[in-house]
């Protein structure tokens, strides 16, 4: 009975940090170095990214009757689990960028904001920029045409005024 308890305390834990979760990928490690695990958890610390390795069948059970239910047929093998909270592209840029560097790191399957992904569609979302470079890209692209009718505003504006003056 005790070992039940355990494993539940264990599938609890992951079902809730999945409910609170922007995106979950999983990734196969097998092959990478101790060096190259500690700079990959390292970065996706940075990025308030979590990286965990759980039993395949725990997180089976955690994610039975969730959104995230399509990455069961993924968990076979050494699996390891990056779960996004705050932006979520922010886990599969992360891993997409250790996985070109060490070919070793391989993206099994994903779910960012409910939609799930194969392997060449979380690819794709790696490579969406973060979310403040995406929004600072937007307020550029409103502040441009605006700074150019301020001047037109301001020429129109100075024009009339020469005229008026020069007419008195």
């Known amino acids: ?14 079902k809730e940090k999945l409910n609170g979760a922007q995106s979950a990928v999983l990734v196969d490690y097998r092959g990478l170095t101790v060096e190259q695990d500690t700079e990959l958890r390292k970065k996706l610390r940075e ?22 239910e399509p990455l069961k047929d993924f968990l076979k093998g050494p699996t390891a689990i990056a779960i996004s909270y705050d932006d979520p592209t922010n886990g599969p840029r992360i891993l ?3 996985a070109e560097k060490y070919k070793a790191l391989e993206f099994k399957a994903g779910i960012v904001e ?7 569609g979380i690819k794709k979302v790696a490579k969406i920029p973060p979310k403040d470079q995406l929004l600072s890209t937007l307020l550029g692209s ?6 150019s009718f301020a001047r037109v505003v301001r020429a129109i504006a100075e024009k009339q005024e020469g005229g008026e003056s020069a007419a008195e």
């Open 47 to 68: 990025a308030n990214v979590e990286y965990r390795v759980y039993k395949n069948t725990m997180v089976n059970f955690a994610i039975e009757g969730t959104d995230m």
């Open 114 to 120: 409910s939609n799930f992904y194969d392997v060449e």
């Open 1 to 14: 009975m005790a070992k039940i308890e355990q494993k539940q305390v264990v599938v609890n834990e992951i």
């Open 96 to 98: 997409n960028e250790i």
């Open 142 to 147: 409103f502040k441009s045409p605006m700074a």
